[in-house]
């Protein structure tokens, strides 16, 4: 029998009960087999399919353009991997492989494939490869920048693009020998004036060159070929066609090509973001949706007669990575990178082929001196141009220079347009052999002029923007890049000394290891500035500043490069803020967008005041929403007393019945049929006296409706303006009658007509009666779109703040400086403080909406780390992959189920408030004891609630309102004279703070007795729970169970302290997780004074000193709070009244050692060591009777639940926000295997 691997040869074989021999039989050329079954057999087998061998398994005919095309792939990713450093650009070696390809074709019958490339449609080259080069550039764009520049973009690439097209035209008119006409050269220059957007920024984008020369670079590239495409299409059909109306059709061409296309493209983006908004956590759908609709967008343009280029243009440009689910920003990057690579890989090798078949049989030596005069000319004409218009670009957007200007003239590289244009004209049919020699040269020099810049423009334009000193290294930059080599290689030094306490690498060869992770500086710096770089930075041991005397200049320069690397800062943490959930799309697009625009403005910073510009604009609605309220019918029959008459009475009852209502509203519904009528000619002659008596009887109806209101509101029915309607109604109505009657016993003049028609005209007015039903719907709808702007008011103020606060945290590895970081220190807490008063206002104008956004927000916390527990689980092989898909999926679903949650939640009450206080953790006992004891206190605007200074009263509770904290930063317990010499080092002495519902103040005093530190004044009328320090201490004495009242409000400001000096040491990772992760082995530490007590004895992973001031035992060093102790230091002897650690253990260690390490033995330090014996007792109780409430509800339901529990259990052990990631410290085997059971129903 025959075998084969392919259908065609399984097609030729029929199964048959005798034996198959085949004999091959020689031919011309060919090898082809008969079969012994019979002639028949024979006739059936196509001659066109043969094979190599006598087993039919390698056919002849294969479709060999596929693997033409992925060769061409796999050339350019090899090219792409071996010649990096070479500065020939691939793309010029991907022509020149297409060029010898299309060459061994022409003397080759064995590559007809290469025939199909070079006769490729233009139609189908415009549309395979325009849409992903547009859309890629456009989606890179900066908008923010682009829309500042975008008048300079416009010059450029409309006036400039043809007076561009101009030059080149009349210059290849007068100078070529091809006898082309004035057509032919203004065709030629218009293909060649076109600039490529990706290719144009390839060499100038990652060298150190400004962001908004880059943009207009791209910018006038994207509309450049914008209105290269529609010049080409008018000026081809102008030159080759006749019209007979010239002006309206260049008119209507122009309103599609730029007009509607533009409308096109907005309309489109702003459904592709409606979809993406309701896709969640699908990349392959957001990609895909983003990939499909490029293309189609591009292909109904075209097709509808618009431009594909401007529609696709827009799309791009309006849709930015925010647009998209978080996290996904990377990949869609790398996706549209390989597009855009493998697009322009395809266009080369077809450009070269195609050169090589039609262009090259034609060539001649003269034409070289062509092809480099038009090199020279290409350059030289948008030289002029850029000269010409330079005068306008400099008063425009970022302004202009001569610099900016070279590079805008050199990085013009000619590629899609330039070769799809060319292509478009040679693949036209030809009339007589010299238009076949026009445009077989036009190929030729658009190919070999796309070539050129290429192989020329591309590769030098990096050595004319380092020659014109635009990516020079500045001083600050130097410094900045100092500074980071400094930290890497303090790191590497830090990991070395651990990693050599590593058992398994002990024997490891650190001579060689070190010398292999050298990093050098990227700057080759002299001896002059090395010096000066040591003498302006921080120091990395003591992290004290060594300045030096700078000049102002010098300063000024240092500050605006930290200014612009915290706005980079701010961006990032805008941007971790939307992957995090924390941020909505639109907040974070706005943030994101005005962190952009502050780039160029040279010593600004971002600030709360201009922010809210993005949101004031958008108060019409609240405008609107009170002048419907005001005609709301909402009359009740509660308000108006029951007239003592029968008849009144009578009528009383009637109105107010929802059946009267309705009655109305039909009765408006029926009388716009007749209305409608008399606007009808042919209904309005022939029923003249029906339409008349329905009028009449009509408004006999609004006057029975409107006496009944009268009788039955008595005099306050005027007061209502749906009632003064209806009167209007009605007094037009009767004035209408009055007048038709009149004018029907008079002669008939046109006035006396046009009067009539007139009061016909009014009684339209009756249908706009069914707005009455209609404005509630409206209202509602306004409710829901005022709250969604009123929640991103609020989403952006709260971003903002936590910018702020984040790039606080950097601020000593920006500055390099020591007068810059004060300044910047400064700078931002201002801008931080403030933007805490705008939510403080927020917070007190709209409490249902802030609470509605916090309660979400901590809704979204919670998932997060519940998904960063899933994460560790599964890693760690606690879960396997199939559970963790399923555990996942629900998590998912529980943060789609978040937009659900209504926008307006009512804020908690003092009760529900106290309740949730963090140290009194839901225990039923201590908070009744403290409601009873509590008092409801009231403000005013301007009341002082403390004094700075003043002994502590109690602790406050804030219900309602927002308080200012504002005098001398907290000492945390050090003394008074030891402070007085840290207060001169630092960079702001004074403290400002704004608090709203749900913080407490006066905790810390109350429990150290101290004086007031700072003074409270109540920004709006305030409203607080008050505890007095008696009836606190009394509470103190009362629970003293472990852990005890007054040890839980230690531990709650310990950890608050602790969290914020971890994000000021240690900036760069994420301690809110981390703090979640190791919550369950953290306890506070008491240290008496003059005690010594041990750290760091291997069962402490951290140790930071909360309250007080201690001394290094072995260095002598003193230490003040706030601080992290360094691991080096083994004891510690307190030498204030009252000294705290906080230590967070081990992960080994928090099973239930005991850690009794010092010869200290407090309360403190007594609850901490029972504490996680306790939790651990108390969840192990709790599991099962989690499992046993869920059952029946599903497998992967109870896994979530019991997911959440863990971290629930755990984590509300102090009421934190967050969850740890980890459960297995605290789970114990029988729990374990207690979850991993499979539960029946």
């Known amino acids: 029998m025959v075998f084969s691997y392919f259908p065609e040869a399984e097609a030729l074989w029929k199964p048959r009960g005798d034996l198959n021999l085949s004999l091959s039989v020689s031919g011309p050329g060919r090898r082809t087999y008969i079969s012994m079954r019979g002639a028949h057999d024979h006739d059936d087998i196509d001659d066109n399919i043969s094979y190599y061998d006598s087993y039919h398994l390698i056919a002849k005919k294969r479709p060999m353009m596929v693997l033409a095309v992925f060769s061409s792939f796999l050339l350019g990713a090899l090219l792409r991997t071996v010649i990096k450093e070479v500065k020939i650009p691939i793309l010029v070696i991907i022509c020149l492989v297409g060029i010898g390809i299309g060459t061994i074709a022409r003397f080759s019958d064995q590559l007809l494939f290469v025939k199909d490339f070079a006769d490729i449609d233009p139609i189908l080259f415009l549309h395979l490869f325009t849409p992903v080069i547009i859309f890629a550039a456009a989606f890179e764009m900066d908008f923010y920048i682009f829309r500042k520049s975008f008048w300079q ?97 260049i008119f209507i061409k122009l309103i599609l090509k730029f007009f509607a296309s533009s409308a096109l493209g907005f309309f489109t983006s702003r459904l592709v973001s409606y979809w993406l908004q309701r896709i969640f956590n699908d990349g392959v759908v957001e990609i895909v949706i983003s990939f499909s609709m490029a293309y189609i967008i591009f292909f109904i343009a075209e097709w509808l007669g618009m431009s594909g280029v401007i529609a696709v243009c827009i799309l791009g440009l309006l849709l ?128 070999t002029a796309s070539m050129l810049t290429l192989m020329i423009n591309s590769t030098t334009v990096r050595s004319l923007v380092t020659t014109l000193g635009l990516c020079n290294i500045t001083l600050p930059k130097r410094m900045a890049m100092h500074n980071a080599v400094q930290r890497i290689r303090q790191m590497e030094a830090n990991a070395f000394a651990m990693l050599k306490l590593d058992r398994f690498l002990a024997d490891a060869n650190w001579t060689m290891a070190e010398e292999a992770i050298k990093i050098d500086y990227p700057y080759k710096l002299d001896s002059e500035e090395v010096d000066q770089l040591i003498k302006s930075l921080r120091c990395p041991e003591c992290n004290t500043n060594v300045t030096f005397e700078a000049s102002s200049q010098q300063i000024a320069d240092i500050m605006e490069e930290a200014r612009l690397r915290l706005l980079t800062a701010q961006i990032a943490s805008y941007q971790k803020q939307y992957n995090s959930g924390m941020l909505n799309q639109d907040a974070a697009q706005t943030l994101i967008g005005a962190a952009e625009s502050y780039v160029d403005i040279e010593g600004k910073f971002m600030n709360i005041h201009e922010v809210k510009t993005y949101w004031e604009s958008k108060g019409v609605l609240v405008k609107l929403k009170k002048l419907l309220s005001d005609w709301v019918y909402s009359v009740k029959e509660e308000t108006f007393k029951p007239p003592k008459s029968k008849f009144l009475r009578m009528c009383h009852h009637m109105v107010f019945m929802d059946e009267f209502e309705y009655i109305s509203t039909m009765m408006t519904f029926l009388n716009g049929v007749p209305i409608v009528l008399h606007f009808i000619p042919k209904y309005a002659d022939n029923f003249v006296e029906e339409l008349k008596m329905c009028n009449y009887y009509y408004l006999a109806l609004y006057i029975l409706e409107a006496l009944f209101k009268a009788f039955a509101m008595g005099r306050t029915y005027i007061f209502y303006h749906w009632n003064q309607f209806d009167l209007i109604i009605i007094v037009v109505g009767v004035v209408d009658v009055m007048i038709s009657n009149f004018f029907k016993t008079l002669r008939t003049k046109f006035q006396m007509l046009s009067t009539i028609r007139i009061f016909r005209f009014f009684r339209v007015l009756r249908i706009l009666r069914l707005f009455k039903l209609m404005i509630p719907r409206i209202i509602y709808l306004l409710d829901k779109q005022i709250n969604k702007q009123l929640t991103f008011r609020y989403d952006i103020a709260k971003g903002y703040v936590q910018g702020e606060e984040d790039t606080n945290c950097l601020i000593g590895q920006i500055a390099g400086h020591e007068r810059v970081y004060q300044e910047i220190n400064r700078i931002l807490e201002t801008n931080k403080q403030e933007a805490m008063k705008e939510l403080g206002l927020m917070q007190r104008d709209y409490p249902e909406i802030v609470t509605g956004v916090k309660t979400k927000q901590a809704v979204q916390t919670v998932l997060n780390t519940a998904f960063e527990t899933l994460k560790f689980m599964i890693s760690g092989g606690i879960v396997d992959k199939t559970e963790g898909s399923e555990l996942h999926k629900s998590i998912l679903i529980k943060k789609q189920q978040l937009a659900a949650l209504p926008s307006t939640i009512a804020p908690p009450t003092a009760q529900e408030l106290l309740r949730n206080v963090i140290w009194l953790q839901n225990d039923r006992k201590q908070v009744e004891y403290i409601q009873r ?93 008050f505890i007095s320090i008696d009836n606190l201490l009394e509470a103190f004495d009362k629970f003293l169970e472990p852990p005890s009242l007054e040890y839980k409000i230690w531990l709650k400001l310990a950890l608050d302290i602790a969290l914020k000096t971890f994000k000021e040491n240690l900036p760069n990772q994420d301690w809110n997780y981390k703090m979640c992760v190791q919550l369950s082995n953290i306890y506070l530490l008491d240290v008496p004074n003059h005690t010594k007590c041990d750290i760091y004895d291997g069962s402490m992973d951290e140790v930071i000193l909360v309250h007080g001031t201690v001394l290094d035992c072995q260095l002598g060093q003193r230490y003040y709070a706030p601080f992290l102790l360094p691991k080096t230091c083994h004891q510690v002897q307190g030498t204030a009244t009252s000294t705290k650690l906080l230590v967070i253990r081990t992960l080994e260690q928090g099973a239930g050692k005991n850690l009794a390490a010092s010869t200290s033995s407090s309360e403190g330090h007594y609850h901490s060591a029972r504490r996680p014996g306790m939790k651990q007792l108390k969840f192990s109780l709790k599991l099962p009777a989690m499992l046993e409430e869920k059952n029946g509800a599903g497998r992967e339901d109870i896994k979530l639940a019991v997911l959440i529990g863990v971290a629930g259990e755990i984590g509300g052990g102090l009421g934190q926000n967050c969850l740890p990631s980890s459960v297995h410290p605290l789970l114990d085997v029988s729990t374990f295997h207690e979850w991993k059971k499979p539960v029946h129903s």
């Open 153 to 249: 973009v416009l010059i450029l690439a409309v006036p400039g693009f043809l007076m561009n097209c101009a030059f080149l035209g009349w210059l290849t008119f007068k100078i070529n020998k091809y006898d082309w006409s004035w057509d032919d050269s203004m065709l030629f220059g218009i293909i060649l004036s076109t600039t490529d957007p990706i290719l144009s920024v390839t060499s100038v984008g990652n060298i150190g060159l400004s962001k908004i020369v880059v943009n207009l670079i791209k910018g006038e590239s994207l509309f450049n070929d914008a209105t290269t495409v529609i010049i080409f299409e008018l000026y081809r059909d102008l030159a080759r066609q006749t019209h007979h109306e010239l002006i309206k059709e």
């Open 320 to 447: 930015d990575t925010v647009s998209f689910s978080p996290g996904l920003d990377i990949f869609l990057f790398k996706f549209w990178s390989m597009l855009t690579f493998l697009a322009h890989i395809m266009m080369f090798v077809i450009m070269g082929i195609v050169l090589a078949q039609k262009a090259f049989p034609h060539f001649h030596s003269r034409d070289i001196f062509y092809i480099i005069t038009l090199y020279l000319s290409l350059n030289l004409t948008r030289a002029l141009v850029v000269f010409v218009l330079s005068p306008f670009l400099s008063r425009l957007g970022y302004g202009f220079n001569w610099r900016w200007g070279a590079v805008l003239i050199w990085s013009g590289m000619r590629g899609t347009f330039t070769l799809n244009m060319a292509l478009g004209i040679s693949q036209t049919e030809s009339k007589s052999p010299n238009e076949i020699q026009i445009k077989t040269m036009l190929l030729l020099h658009s190919g």
């Open 933 to 1025: 004891k509590a008092k409801i206190l009231y403000y005013d605007y301007g009341d002082m609630i403390f004094e700075e200074g003043e002994l502590p009263q109690g602790i406050h509770l804030i219900v309602s309102g927002m308080i200012k904290l504002s005098g001398s930063i907290p000492r945390y317990g050090v003394g008074k004279e030891a402070f007085k010499e840290i207060r001169a080092h630092l960079p702001i002495t004074s403290y400002t703070d704004y608090m709203v519902a749900g913080a407490i103040i006066g905790e810390l005093n109350c429990l150290t007795k101290q004086e007031m530190e700072y003074g409270v004044t109540c920004e709006t009328a305030v409203q607080t729970c």
